[in-house]
């Protein structure tokens, strides 16, 4: 499919992370854009704020007039859309309509660019930021899909010329299987998305799989310690890329990084956690092979502020922090104890953290419940459903009573602000990936007025 073809494209959960940034894609290119989503959100305000018409009611009428002559029309649909939904099933039942998925979308165009994908069960989506602020600021003709909005952009969109891509490679649903990369890497593969796969052997098979969609002469790069054969990276260790000298000044890592023809020095990075200077040295690690100097690299990676909802600061005085994290897996939870203790060794920790997904909720509940007893105080929302029904027996009182601690709390989100202020704690965490981001505005305002 060419899609220099298409003069209009219409999304059918167009408010998605991953959606609005090929809807801003494709606005750039000059096409008519329009969508669904069944909410209002910052993101769906943006897209109106730039010409995208957006409506949130599910039904066929509001379909602009444009987008139903099938010649020139694209339709996008995302599979977080229930398959009930009337205005996809009718563009599906249109035959003469062209409905892809969007995976099949960023398909089309990788394979038509040259491209650097990231995978991984985690990291990704800070990962491709990095890797396209750093191709960017290079001045790489590139354009950065991402799944998560940029501090230094204020966009899930990176647009500098459209010769070469950035994606993120997502294992959910098998939607990476669709990408064709030139330099691609895998960051982790710990067992997630088992509602989907049903064991972590299948996950771990769709990783290998997604390492032969690479192109001929392609390089693939993987975390050290991780069983599929590319060029490796890590810290402090023995890989073909590998980070040195971390030295730690005023919050910001500097270091140097070891190439398999050299040694890269003097490198700064400012966000905390080993987590984010992995996430650092493999974006550094696909630049240099494409071919970025050092020098403009280590500018640009100064110059890197972070994705908003990944330890993202919302207070940071000497009396208290307020920081946002996306962290929905145990593995993330743990990343994000680490570089708060870092940061903050001796102060008090309070966590308020929602589940998402039940079948997520089931399949990790003791390493959640380990994870969680690291803080020093814990608050526990009710499970964040997503796209899924509820499970007998699954819910967050089942999941609090496997948390060894004595001062952990299960509340609803109207008591956050009143349980937050009860807590003697100098540093306040909200962790999760559903809507507890939603709630972090009001938890700024209430807490810059009690400070």
Not at 8 to 36: E, P
Not at 176 to 192: E, G, H, Q, R
Not at 330 to 339: K, L, R
Not at 351 to 377: G, V, W
């Amino acid at each position: 499919m060419k899609l220099d073809n298409i003069n209009n494209v219409y999304f059918i959960g167009i408010g998605g992370i991953g959606m609005s940034a090929l809807a801003r894609y494709f606005h750039a290119k000059n096409m008519r854009v329009a969508g669904y989503d069944k909410t209002r959100t910052d993101i769906t305000d943006s897209l109106e704020s730039i010409g995208v018409k957006v409506h949130f009611n599910d039904s066929i009428s509001n379909i602009p007039e444009a987008f139903l002559n099938y010649d020139t029309t694209l339709v996008v649909y995302t599979p977080a859309v229930p398959k009930n939904n009337m205005e996809l099933v009718y563009f599906k039942n249109e035959r003469s309509f062209t409905v892809l998925k969007r995976s099949q979308i960023l398909g089309i165009i990788t394979e038509n660019t040259f491209c650097l994908a990231v995978a991984g069960t985690h990291g990704k989506t800070t990962t491709t930021s990095i890797l396209g602020h750093l191709l960017k600021e290079c001045e790489v003709p590139v354009t950065a899909f991402l799944g998560g909005i940029s501090e230094n952009y204020n966009s899930n969109l990176i647009l500098n010329g459209t010769e070469v891509s950035v994606v993120e490679a997502d294992e959910f649903d098998r939607s990476f299987l669709t990408l064709s990369p030139d330099l691609a890497c895998i960051t982790s593969m710990d067992a997630d998305h088992l509602d989907i796969y049903g064991d972590a052997s299948e996950l771990i098979k769709s990783f290998e799989d997604f390492s032969k969609r690479i192109k001929n002469n392609g390089k693939l790069f993987v975390k050290n310690g991780l069983p599929i054969k590319g060029i490796t990276y890590g810290i402090e260790d023995d890989s073909d890329y590998s980070i040195h000298n971390i030295k730690i000044n005023n919050g910001t890592y500097v270091f140097d990084v070891k190439t398999p023809k050299t040694t890269l020095e003097k490198f700064q990075f400012n966000l905390p956690g080993r987590h984010n200077l992995s996430n650092a040295l493999i974006a550094l690690a696909m630049a240099v092979e494409y071919g970025c100097p050092h020098q403009q690299l280590a500018k640009a990676l100064a110059s890197y502020k972070g994705v908003k909802r990944r330890f993202s600061y919302h207070i940071k005085t000497d009396k208290l922090v307020f920081i946002d994290d996306y962290a929905h897996h145990p593995v993330e939870i743990n990343a994000v104890y680490q570089a708060v203790r870092e940061m903050y060794p001796d102060k008090k920790v309070l966590a308020i953290f929602q589940p998402h997904l039940f079948s997520r909720t089931r399949d990790f509940a003791d390493d959640f419940a380990k994870s969680l007893s690291q803080f020093d105080e814990i608050l526990l929302l009710d499970i964040y459903p997503a796209r899924e029904l509820p499970i007998e027996g699954v819910n967050s009182k089942w999941l609090i009573n496997k948390i060894d601690h004595s001062k952990k709390q299960l509340i609803n989100k109207a008591d956050i602000i009143s349980k937050i202020k009860e807590s003697q704690a100098q540093i306040v965490l909200t962790i999760g990936a559903g809507d507890i981001g939603e709630e972090v505005k009001s938890i700024k305002q209430a807490l810059s007025v009690a400070s």
